[in-house]
């Protein structure tokens, strides 16, 4: 959902939309006005906690910040263009990774955030492993080099349990991966799909990269996601994980239906009770706690320390900002210990949140989730970061596993030489 990449044909397609609607981008000719831009929900946890600091930040500034609602697709097929025109805003949120910050800072529209994380201390504040999705070199690669935004939420992926579907059949949350084929094969001799499967939007694809992470380590992960070593696509985490998508669709436990469903669908399917586990983010964790009427809880996904996962969105500003020192101020402001607590009492990942200002307990097992991930050095990033085209092609490629119109092998043979392809165009 949060990895979605920029398509140069996107973005060309949108040139015109750009052109049209500049008159409403940029900054102000008031130097006190601050033009921002997110695509967060106003029911979201970041939603919230971005309009409480807009107020603080008039009130402590004396600026006007002037909102301008976009949609994630809205900024992300139009970034290129619009951030190098005066329709450029003063801050946007925008996604992290090589494909998407990474690409507009090697192409010089961001500006380097350096002096702005010295004088903030910004960098005390984000863990290690938070601080990678911030850095890019002047190849756009992640993890090193300047600092081109600010992650101030995290998120990452974990099983979502149905309590009640599990006690009424009589079945124990699994705290080990050989307990969890346990349950699912109880639930499918007892008539129930268990798992909610999307092959045609990321849930599957999360899945399948969990699956490999299972049997990976530190520097695989750093292979695949920064090409320190060429990745194995005959090897035991990627053989592993396509052998066991295969295994499951072929004991009815991942629906073949799966391979039309988005990400929405398989959402819904947990949240109306039809399905008792839900693989996915932890972006959905507020919406489950409005809508859903069961009992339910969450666990990292067992007998692994590595998951998908990384720090949420960037703040960035552009270079063409008028405004960066507010910009820089908003930025702060975000980062306090208030907007931190909003974020996390209302299903949100702060990274900065002091632990007693969170109360509800719900968002207390959300953050301990990604505290126990953070501390074992666990985030993993997301499978289609590697390049700007792997995103669709790992969904068309599951949808084929799904289908049985390719084999394991097949699938990563595939996988492989796509993989590699758009690695050799990021780094030449």
């Known amino acids: 959902m949060r990895s979605k990449l920029i398509a140069s044909a996107a973005l060309l397609a949108a040139a ?14 008031d130097d006190n006005t601050l033009t921002l831009w997110h695509y967060e929900g106003a029911d979201s946890a970041m939603g919230k906690a971005w309009d409480a600091a807009i107020a603080q930040f008039e009130e402590e500034t004396g600026a006007t910040v002037k909102f301008e609602e976009k949609s994630f697709e809205q900024i992300r ?118 798992l909610a499967e999307s092959a045609a939007e990321y849930p599957l694809g999360q899945l399948f990269y969990q699956l490999a992470l299972s ?40 629906s073949q239906d799966a391979s039309g469903l988005k990400a929405e669908d398989a959402g819904v399917s947990f949240i109306n009770g039809t399905s008792p586990i839900f693989y996915s983010g932890s972006w959905w964790y507020g919406r489950f706690q409005t809508e859903i009427q069961f009992n339910w809880t969450s666990a990292l996904f067992p007998d692994t320390t590595l998951a998908p996962g990384s720090s ?52 207390k097992q959300l953050i301990e989730n990604f505290n126990q991930l953070n501390e074992q050095d666990g985030l993993s990033f997301y499978p289609d970061w590697a390049t700007a085209t792997f995103y669709d092609q790992l969904n068309a490629a599951l949808q084929e596993l799904v289908n049985k119109t390719k084999t394991p092998s097949e699938f990563l043979e595939q996988l492989g030489g796509q993989y590699e392809e758009g690695v050799a165009e990021i780094t030449g």
């Open 16 to 29: 015109s939309i750009v052109l049209a609607g500049c008159s409403t981008g940029g900054s102000s000719e």
């Open 77 to 194: 097929s139009t970034a290129s263009q619009v951030l190098n025109s005066d329709a450029a805003p003063d801050l946007l949120e925008f996604n992290k990774g090589n494909a998407t910050a990474g690409l507009l800072a090697s192409q010089g529209l961001l500006a380097p955030l350096d002096d702005a994380y010295e004088e903030y201390g910004w960098g005390d504040k984000l863990a290690a492993s938070l601080q990678t999705t911030a850095r890019y070199s002047e190849d756009g690669v992640m993890g090193s080099g300047s600092y081109y935004g600010v992650p101030n939420y995290g998120e990452f992926v974990q099983v979502y349990y149905n309590q009640d579907l599990f006690d009424q059949y009589g079945i124990a949350i699994p705290t080990t991966l050989a307990e969890f084929e346990d349950a699912l094969a109880a639930f499918k001799a007892a008539g129930v799909t268990p």
């Open 215 to 254: 049997k990976a380590d530190r520097q695989w992960v750093n292979d695949y996601q920064l090409y320190e070593n060429p990745v194995d696509w005959s090897g035991p985490e990627v053989e592993y994980a396509a052998d066991t998508i295969a295994d499951w669709v072929d004991a009815g436990y991942i």
């Open 312 to 363: 949420g969105n960037l703040w960035v500003i552009p270079v063409k900002a008028k405004n960066p020192e507010l910009a820089e101020k908003f930025i702060e402001i975000t980062m306090s210990a208030e907007i931190q607590a909003i974020i996390g009492n209302n299903g949100g990942v702060p990274v900065a949140a002091d632990p007693a200002d969170i109360t509800d307990e719900k968002s």
